[in-house]
């Protein structure tokens, strides 16, 4: 399109006004050949979702924060994808917008197409993916609420499209321009400030190495700044395709041909002048197959806000590694989050543990004897279990791991929370709280009894000893009676209705309870004590040793909730209790056994793998408020094999084996190799006992390594799984 001295003027409402503007003429470097099967394009919105489109087209991969794979946003339009962005804020937040060479898409995040317009033919063969026109290489755009912009793939040129009517109000063809005259990728920077008063776009030319800054859309034969795309650590010609840049303006850029991405960081020079200096490069080049803290034809990039919502990206880069076929997820230094595999070979699962999207909330009437519930929070990172316990004054409450609560006499005035722990394969998230609501002083006018804490029985419970029902705490207004009920073995004893019972011989052997009714004239409500035994005379305990408890002779884990307690009582002890809460509300009450073993059921709730057993001791000068404990990690989930790939080396014999192995609760324990599955003389390899196993082993014999399996502390294990060849 030839330039008009009179061209009319064009600002960019969020990220900047832009210039479009002509190129020295450079001579193109040789092709290089089409990138088929990995991403072309990449693009992260405000919530941490991660789009991916590829030159097959169809459809785009989908990543949440945490690496793992959702479901695909099926495309309404066939078509390779070249350039992908995500609307940051304001009404259309999260919507979509779409490059398929030949035409562009907004997409609601659900895939509802909103808009759709034609940039230069009506389908797919206008503009296919080839080694000419390759998907990966060039093609980008960028939208604002009144204009979109378009690096055309199978053209030269950058254009402008109005948001009124979807019609090109301006274009650009770089002149003059000798060989590759195309756009790569474009982004947009809000950053304002040392004579930048509206921000700016940047846009990368493949064929030319270069990166072009423009400030103002307007009849200007040149950008604002040019800058020279130079191989740092050696390497070849630069081929700088994908560009990320931020609100301080600094520069990300992706180049195929080193396997690197630039860091370029923005100096100013006085009087509204700058320029940028090269700071350092982010991966190994120019070995795109050193190890997995390189690239390998990163091809697009994408920075999630350094004032994002999502805390835990703030700044992150997304980058599509094409050969490699994976997004990965880093820091702007050298720490890497995750790989995403878009084959799903590194397992498909999230390779972080989750972050929270929105807390829970506390619902319910805050009055003692009301019941609240705790309604579940949203998380990234697809979690296989969600945690919830509840605090008083922000003070975590023992033994309360539902989702509803009932509010006790003792909460009165004070502040109630719940709390939510995600958990997945990786491992657990940070806690989610929710905001407090603070329990009414008195209970509600005219409400039944509830019972806040059971009732009890104290005393020995031998014949010719007496013992005495409390009737424990209730609500309830007007304020409630009480009436007993002894019971044996689960029947009612005739006349035993007083607070007092004489235990006699026709006890011995039985469990006795005292129920407890509450009445009052708007209802009534019952409750009862744990369960105590008769016995004839207090047992001597046989077994030797300290005081103490274990829990399967402390071994530090177990896959099933039901193990042997091993508790040495002190002199005089007549009866155990014992309980999976230090509160002591579900204890149960024994006779102390000879051989000081007792079978238990560890609890299955709670936020916390570790699970704690708590002992007390009932006899003649025995200080019962002395409490022992045990704790042992109840891991029911075998481990996962996130990642097994045997690669062949290129500059030497022989092979590379990769594995990544995970257990969240337990730990890894051991892991084995074969030939095949259950084979004999298997490689055996013991890790550290950490969460996560990690090794790379290279070998000349890759056959050895075909089949991994992994197994944790608890005794949990995979079956065996085969590796991945590459």
């Not at 050949?33 to 990449?42: E, I, K």
């Not at 690239?295 to 992150?316: C, H, K, M, W």
């Not at 094999?641 to 084996?657: C, E, P, T």
């Amino acid at each position: 399109m030839p330039r008009n001295a009179h061209a009319p003027l064009f600002r960019l409402v969020v990220a900047a006004a832009i210039a479009l503007a002509g190129l020295a003429a450079v001579p193109a470097p040789a092709a290089q050949a089409a990138v088929t099967s990995g991403p072309t394009a990449v693009a992260v919105g405000p919530d941490g979702t991660t789009y991916v489109g590829t030159a097959a087209g169809g459809s785009l991969t989908r990543i949440d924060g945490t690496g793992a794979l959702l479901a695909p946003l099926t495309l309404p339009r066939s078509g390779p994808v070249d350039g992908l962005y995500v609307m940051p804020s304001g009404p259309e937040k999260g919507t979509i917008w779409v490059s398929y060479g030949f035409a562009a898409s907004q997409l609601s995040p659900s895939g509802d197409e909103l808009v759709h317009f034609t940039t230069g033919g009506s389908d797919p063969s206008s503009c296919a993916s080839s080694e000419t026109d390759d998907p990966s290489l060039y093609g980008g755009i960028l939208a604002t609420e009144t204009s979109v912009f378009l690096a055309h793939r199978c053209r030269p040129g950058l254009s402008l499209y109005s948001r009124t009517d979807y019609q090109q109000r301006s274009a650009a063809t770089p002149s003059p321009c000798e060989g590759d005259c195309r756009y790569g990728g474009i982004a947009a920077s809000t950053f304002s400030g040392q004579g930048l008063s509206t921000g700016f776009l940047v846009a990368t030319v493949p064929g030319s190495a270069k990166v072009e800054i423009y400030s103002q859309f307007s009849n200007r034969t040149s950008p604002d700044f040019t800058l020279d795309v130079q191989a740092h650590g050696g390497g070849s010609t630069p081929r700088p395709t994908g560009v990320a840049v931020d609100d301080q303006g600094t520069l990300f850029v992706t180049d195929v041909a080193n396997h690197v991405i630039y860091v370029y960081g923005l100096k100013f020079l006085g009087n509204g002048q700058y320029t940028y200096e090269y700071n350092r490069y982010i991966g190994n080049p120019p070995d795109a197959d050193s190890d997995d803290s390189g690239f390998d034809t990163p091809v697009a990039i994408s920075q999630y806000p350094r004032n994002g919502s999502v805390s835990e990206l703030q700044g992150n880069l997304f980058i599509a590694d094409a050969e490699n076929n994976r997004i990965v997820r880093r820091d702007t230094y050298s720490y890497k989050f995750w790989d995403a595999y878009l084959d799903g070979s590194g397992g498909g699962g999230p390779s972080a543990p989750p972050y929270t999207i929105s807390t829970p909330t506390v619902t319910g009437t805050p009055a003692v004897g009301q019941t609240l519930t705790c309604s579940p929070g949203q998380y990234a990172g697809a979690p296989t279990q969600v945690d919830v316990g509840w605090n008083r004054d922000n003070s975590y409450i023992p033994g309360e791991g539902n989702r509803t609560y009932v509010v006790r006499s003792g909460d009165a005035g004070k502040k109630i929370s719940c709390f939510e722990r995600p958990r997945n394969d990786a491992g657990y998230g940070d806690y989610a709280t929710s905001a407090n609501v603070t329990i009414q002083s008195g209970p509600p006018a005219n409400a039944a009894p509830v019972n806040t804490i059971r009732p009890t029985v104290s005393g020995t419970p031998q014949p010719g000893q007496s013992l005495v029902c409390g009737n424990g705490q209730w609500t309830g207004t007007p304020a409630p009676t009480y009436a007993q009920q002894w019971l044996r073995n689960g029947t009612a004893i005739d006349g035993a209705t007083t607070s007092s019972y004489q235990v006699t011989d026709a006890d011995l052997g039985a469990q006795l309870v005292c129920r407890v009714t509450a009445s009052n004239s708007q209802g009534s409500a019952t409750a009862q004590s744990a369960p105590v035994t008769v016995t004839a005379t207090p047992p001597a305990p046989s077994c030797s040793g300290p005081v103490g408890v274990s829990i399967n002779n402390a071994a530090p884990a177990t896959n099933d909730a039901s193990v042997s307690l091993r508790i040495r009582p002190p002199a005089g002890a007549t009866q155990v209790v014992i309980s999976n809460d230090g509160g002591f509300d579900t204890a149960q009450v024994r006779a102390t056994a000879s051989d000081c073993t007792y079978p238990w059921t560890l609890s299955t709730t709670g936020f916390r793998d570790t699970r704690v057993v708590y002992v007390r001791f009932v006899g003649g000068g025995v200080d019962e408020i002395v409490t022992l404990t045990d704790d042992i990690v109840l891991d029911t989930a075998a481990p996962s094999v996130d990642r097994q790939v045997i690669k062949k080396l290129k500059k030497s014999r022989g092979f590379k084996v990769k594995v990544t192995a995970k257990d969240a609760a337990s730990g890894v324990s051991k892991v084995r190799f074969s030939n095949k599955p259950g084979a004999r003389g298997t490689n055996t390899v013991v890790s550290n006992r950490g969460k996560t196993y990690r090794d790379t082993i290279r070998t000349s014999k890759a056959a050895k390594f075909r089949w991994v399996k992994v197994y944790d502390r608890a005794g949990n294990s995979t079956g065996w799984e085969r590796s991945a060849r590459r």
